[in-house]
């Protein structure tokens, strides 16, 4: 990888410092001193001229010097004795004659000055504007080339994508072996689109497809190709596809194509009509190349539903590649693949790590493992522990620790029922996500406490009942502030947010109101696309609109109705916890089940007798 320094003033600004020391120098050791004729006859006549050269008009010497240590002088004189040469003979001083020629002279006097100047004032355009483009290149595609050794990575560097990894093994194997696709008059797609949440490893992906192929990558934005000259970003894509052509076969990946290949007509009648010419040229050049030739496009998006239905039709990009959120066993192999990177680590359960991070992506993943790295640094531990690994998820979850906050004693004491009502609600109903850990210890933006819920599988579908009880402990914190002062605070403000948007999608997306029925009301997806001011038509009448308010208003008095009860009932389980909390400042989940004389039976939760 190239080093690239940035340009100081001050490096002219010393060189210029070290050349006038130089000709300062240069001209105090060899300075010629000017002399009169008759100084130079009495120098003749007392020895001292060493030697001479005479020309027309002047005579140059240099005198001997009077001791060893002192510093030969050098002198000129007006030549006014035509008959110098014999007086130079009578006194036995060796000489010679030379043509004065004066264009040397003309030439450093004048000529190189202007090439110095020219020199460095081209040198420092060239370091101050660096990004500023040539007029014959505005056209040119700014894509990137990488050679299967710049890119580095193979399938070997991806995990948890295995679907979406067979899915790419016929392009290498097409791009490895045309003939064997040729020979049944087969047909690769011209163009592959991965779609996936961000962070999911899709230009991950792309790289190690050209790595696996050892062909040349073309790597491009899509934003990349909208400029702010109309029809410059047209003029890049098929330079861009030109370039493709001579150096088949090659893949060219575009990321983040949505920026390019917006829907048509989206944004009322404020289209951007360079971006809309530079998608017409993608989708005429998609039409217009040969897929035997060896050129395969790739593109990488996560907002797949704005794309143009013209770009998504068969012989465009026809085939998707879906790159999603990996599961328990893929996460598990990502973070081996990331642990391979850290030099010391200690006794690891992986496993565990992985139930502990459902949910996130690779880059999430990558992130957890450097943050647990930094923190046994921090630490000064031999070895990265799962201790570490804990508290880095702590960190990408809930934010960062901030001990330092003060909090007052009042306040103190309401994050910890606040915190302990989520908690004791959680534990006391079926089908909910294990409790790992309460504390008050304030984290991130705003979080002056939190109770830390992680699932032990990944899920993917939800049924009413366990909905229902997402709300009710989420509404916990707010029934423990109403059970013990007969108050409520402004702490569940996000808690009501969050009870609220599950309670509206259950009635207007999955069909869970026995009043509304098995209807979907969400409305079109594309209308958050709209310009400001602009609106998109209802899809239900204002009487509709009035019940979806009354049935999401029901559902969540009806579950903070269970919590309010939960929380009254083991009112003294509450007061118990409190205690322990606002001494040690943090609880695990089983502390908490000890303290509820909770016993974990299998998948129920049972109380000792």
């Avoid at 995990?159 to 045309?178: R, T």
């Avoid at 989708?283 to 998504?312: K, W």
């Avoid at 958050?528 to 239900?540: D, M, R, T």
């Avoid at 205690?579 to 908490?592: A, Q, R, T």
Wanted: aromatic share 8%; hydrophobic share 40%; proline share 4%.
């Amino acid at each position: 990888m190239k080093k690239h320094h940035k340009f100081s003033i001050w490096y002219f600004i010393i060189g210029i410092w070290l050349v006038l020391l130089t000709q300062n120098y240069l001209a105090t050791s060899f300075a010629v001193k000017t002399i009169p004729y008759s100084e130079f006859v009495i120098y003749l006549e007392q020895g001292k001229i060493a030697e001479v050269a005479v020309s027309e008009n002047q005579i140059q010497g240099r005198l001997n010097p009077e001791t060893e240590s002192e510093r030969e002088v050098y002198f000129k004189t007006i030549r006014v004795d035509p008959e110098t040469s014999k007086l130079l003979d009578k006194h036995h001083v060796k000489y010679s004659g030379t043509i004065e020629s004066t264009l040397i002279r003309d030439i450093l006097s004048w000529i190189l000055p202007v090439f110095i100047f020219l020199g460095v004032w081209f040198f420092l355009m060239k370091k101050m504007m660096p990004q500023q483009p040539g007029f014959m290149s505005l056209g040119k595609s700014k894509a990137k080339i990488y050679k299967q050794e710049d890119t580095g990575l193979t399938f070997e560097d991806v995990a948890g994508v295995e679907e979406a990894q067979a899915e790419l093994e016929e392009v290498i194997d097409f791009l490895k072996n045309p003939d064997k696709f040729s020979e049944f008059g087969g047909l690769m797609p011209k163009g592959l689109l991965l779609v996936g949440p961000p962070g999911t490893g899709k230009t991950m992906l792309a790289k190690a497809v050209a790595g696996e192929s050892n062909v040349p990558f073309y790597s491009i934005s899509g934003s990349e190709f909208v400029e702010m000259f109309v029809g410059l970003g047209a003029a890049r894509v098929r330079d861009l596809f030109e370039e493709a052509k001579k150096n088949s076969p090659c893949i060219i990946f575009i990321d983040e194509l949505d920026a390019l290949g917006k829907a048509r007509g989206i944004g009322g009648y404020g289209g951007h009509d360079e971006r809309e010419q530079t998608l017409n040229q993608l989708l005429v050049e998609l039409d217009g190349f040969d897929s035997n030739i060896g050129v395969i496009l790739m593109a990488a998006t996560n907002r797949p539903e704005v794309l143009d239905p013209a770009l998504l039709r068969p012989g465009r990009f026809d085939r998707q590649v879906l790159v999603d959120r990996p599961d328990k066993d893929g996460r598990k192999k990502i973070l081996e693949v990331h642990l391979k990177k850290v030099k010391k680590v200690g006794d690891l359960d992986i496993d565990r790590l992985a139930s502990m991070t459902a949910g996130m992506v690779g880059a999430d993943l990558a992130n957890l493992v450097n943050e647990a790295t930094l923190l046994a640094v921090r630490a000064k531990n031999d070895k990265v522990e799962m201790a570490q690994f804990e508290e880095a998820v702590e960190r990408l979850i809930a934010g960062l620790e901030k001990k330092n906050r003060l909090i007052n004693p009042k306040e103190r004491n309401i994050v910890a029922y606040h915190e302990l009502g989520h908690a004791i609600v959680s534990m006391s109903l079926p089908d909910t996500d294990p409790v790992q850990k309460i504390t008050i210890v304030p984290r991130g933006i705003a979080a002056l406490g939190y109770t830390m819920q992680l699932p032990t599988e990944d899920r993917y579908l939800l049924s009413k009942t366990e909905l229902l009880n997402k709300i009710a402990i989420l509404l916990g914190g707010r029934a423990a502030e109403l059970t013990v002062f007969n108050e409520i605070s402004t702490g569940a403000h996000n808690d009501l947010a969050k009870a609220t948007d599950i309670a509206r999608s259950m009635v207007i997306e999955y069909g869970m109101s026995e009043r509304l029925g098995q209807v979907y009301l969400k409305g079109d997806p594309t209308a958050q696309f709209l310009q400001p001011g602009l609106h998109a038509a209802a899809e239900y009448s204002n009487e509709t609109s009035h019940m979806i308010d009354e049935e999401v208003r029901k559902i969540i008095d009806e579950q903070y109705q269970v919590a309010l009860d939960i929380l009254k009932e083991r009112k003294d389980t509450l007061e118990k916890a409190v205690k322990i909390l606002l001494d040690k400042e943090k609880i695990s989940g089983d502390e908490l089940k000890g303290i509820m004389g909770i016993v974990d039976m299998g998948s129920d939760l049972q109380e000792e007798e």
